[in-house]
């Protein structure tokens, strides 16, 4: 599977970004993908994941602040975050398992939450 993130950036707390997530293969009816992040030295951690039917879910400590969306013409993830934090600053990665092209990561975009 072959995916391209975009969107990362510098922000200041409070801010938004959104980040893309563009599948170059097909997503089918049938699929999961999701969003992870990571710091150095920690464990890459769930964010948000949008799977068959555009059911959604979400860590606790993205909840009512980041929204998972899928444009299913553009083969692409979306993940809104709004009200973010210091502590949101990270390498954010996309994951999928779609059902034809199997599973895998993109190479990661930096968030960094700073004043």
């Known amino acids: 599977v072959r995916l391209v993130e975009s969107g990362g950036g510098l922000v200041q707390p409070g801010g938004s970004l959104r980040l893309s997530c563009e599948s170059h293969?097909?997503?089918?009816?049938?699929?999961?993908m999701a969003w992870y992040r990571q710091n150095p030295g920690k464990e890459r951690e769930f964010v948000a994941s949008?799977?068959?039917?555009?059911?959604?879910g979400y860590a606790d400590f993205v909840k009512d602040r980041f929204t998972i969306s899928r444009d299913r013409a553009k083969n692409t993830v979306y993940l809104q975050m709004n009200s973010l934090k210091p502590e949101d600053s990270a390498v954010y990665y996309c994951?999928?398992?779609?059902?034809?092209?199997?599973?895998?990561w993109g190479q990661g975009i930096q968030v960094t939450v700073s004043s």
């Open positions: 949008i799977f068959t039917g555009d059911k959604t």
């Open positions: 994951w999928a398992s779609l059902e034809v092209a199997g599973t895998g």
């Open positions: 293969d097909t997503i089918s009816n049938i699929y999961t």
